[in-house]
């Protein structure tokens, strides 16, 4: 479904994030370089586009992480690596966040309403996939690369 989320989008790479107690931490990563990854380190949730959308339980979006200000924690990772903008919606079980899907970009944009929408029942049924499973312990990430 990560994959299927960042074509679909036409992003260039993807993310499952789980919350951890007060932070989320990658889970899947689906075509993003791990220099990326590893400047956005585990998000804060309230901080950054990730932890945004799982704070608020909407979508969120970062147009330009080199000149959104609500980016500063992340901006290590668009400075290292090509990736230029996301955005997130929550994954909610209940009225619970439990981790945030994210496509990202190359280049600064914002996403269409079909984007978010799509993502969002993406992140539905992510929900009913790891219903029970969230609360083991977190694994070592997972990384993917496209075909």
Known sequence: MVRLACELADAQGATLFLVDGSVLRPFIIYNLPKEYISGVGDVRIGTQCC???VAYK???????MLTDPLFADGREGALSSPIRAAFSVPVLDGDKAIASLACHFVDPRSPSKMDIERNEVFARL???ALRGRTESPILEPFF???M
């Open 126 to 128: 992510i929900s009913i």
């Open 144 to 146: 993917a690369q496209a």
């Open 58 to 64: 909407k979508p969120w979006i970062v147009s330009d």
């Open 51 to 53: 932890g945004r959308a």
